[in-house]
């Protein structure tokens, strides 16, 4: 173990900055504290109800009523008497300051307009209109010349190109005009219309037998 110094009369040493170890310290130098035993531990006395004092009761007679108010100890506010009231003092119409007449003399009347100070704009003279240039005939292009052989014919009309049209007054019973709408032998006609629904020969030749609109 280190021996303890005394500050009164040993200074300590100064080990800052020296490369000094301190001893190892042995398990055996550490002193265990002593074991504590349940019978030196005291147990507080048990606290009884008869060592709780209960708080006094409080009586109605201990309280004690605040004084009655009597009407008499209020004090009543001054009546207001009109004459207290100030009136605000009449207006007099000589106090009203009346604006001041105004004078023609103080009229400033804008300077007359003088005719030369008016420009007059410069005349146009003829010299300063440029005359268009004559078109001479050589300047235009003749179109060249068509030939009749740069016209292509339109091919012939053949029969059997022309859409065969129809109306149904041409057919005694609907069976006739719905074999030829189904051939397509009939025109683009209305063949029945209910309010904004329209029904066309084309709808019949679309119609397999069989089926409905």
Not at 108 to 132: G, I, Q, R, Y
Request: proline residues 14%; glycine residues 2%; without cysteine.
């Amino acid at each position: 173990m280190p021996k303890p110094v005394d500050s009164a009369h040993e200074k300590p040493l100064m080990t800052e900055g020296l490369d000094v170890e301190p001893p190892p310290l042995d398990a055996s130098d550490v002193e265990e504290p002593p074991a504590v035993d349940a019978s030196d531990v005291e147990e507080p006395p048990a606290l009884e109800a008869s060592d709780v004092e209960e708080p006094p009761t409080l009586d109605a007679s201990d309280v004690e009523e605040p004084p009655a108010v009597d009407a008499s100890d209020v004090e009543e506010p001054p009546a207001l008497d009109a004459s207290d009231v100030e009136e605000p003092p009449a207006l007099d119409a000589s106090d009203v300051e009346e604006p001041p007449a105004l004078d023609a003399s103080d009229v400033e009347e804008p300077p007359a307009l003088d005719a030369s100070d008016v420009e007059e704009p410069p005349t146009l003279d003829a010299s300063d209109v440029e005359e268009p240039t004559a078109l001479d005939a050589s300047d235009v292009e003749e179109p060249p010349a068509l030939d009749a052989s740069d016209v292509e014919e339109p091919p012939a009309l053949d029969a059997s190109d022309v859409e065969q049209t129809s109306t149904l007054e041409s057919y005694t019973t609907a069976e006739q005009y719905i074999s030829d709408a189904w051939n397509g032998l009939t025109g683009r006609i209305v063949i029945s219309k209910i309010q904004k629904y329209k029904i066309f020969d084309t709808d019949l030749q679309n119609l397999q037998p069989g089926q409905e609109l």
